[in-house]
Nanobody, 123 residues
Framework: QAQLVESGGGTVEAGGSLRLACASS????????MAWFRQAPGKEREPVAG??????VPYYADSMKGRVTISLDKTSLYLQMNSLKPEDTGMYYC??????????????????WGQGTQVTVSS
């Protein structure tokens, strides 16, 4: 059973930056994919960015494309977020593992989840 622990959230002003991290109990190469999702109060969880661990191929959702960069190392996943907006406020979750052939942007495809880290962007 893999464990994922997010960190790096906080409160920033609009236009600011944050770098989220997700520490994994397993080497990241053991997963097929990893991803970041977010959930704002009263809204459904939505994808932000994903990465295929072999080859480190990134994928980005339109909502934050151009403002975020996903990356990973041997044991952690990262999300660099720039030019943050108030609408980016929410809980950000790390997810890992996905069956080959699935879509990275579908939360149901991921077997392991972290507890989330809160991001608040003030205007």
């Amino acid at each position: 059973q893999a464990q994922l622990v997010e960190s790096g959230g906080g409160t920033v002003e609009a236009g600011g930056s944050l770098r989220l991290a997700c520490a994994s109990s397993h080497d990241t190469i053991k997963y097929t994919h990893m991803a970041w999702f977010r959930q704002a109060p009263g809204k459904e969880r939505e994808p932000v960015a994903g990465i295929r661990t072999i080859g480190e191929v990134p994928y980005y959702a339109d909502s934050m494309k151009g403002r975020v960069t996903i990356s990973l190392d041997k044991t952690s996943l990262y999300l660099q977020m720039n030019s943050l907006k108030p609408e980016d406020t929410g809980m950000y979750y790390c997810a890992a593992q996905m069956p080959w052939g699935g879509h990275w942007y579908e939360a149901r495809n991921f077997a392991y989840w972290g507890q989330g880290t809160q991001v608040t962007v003030s205007s």
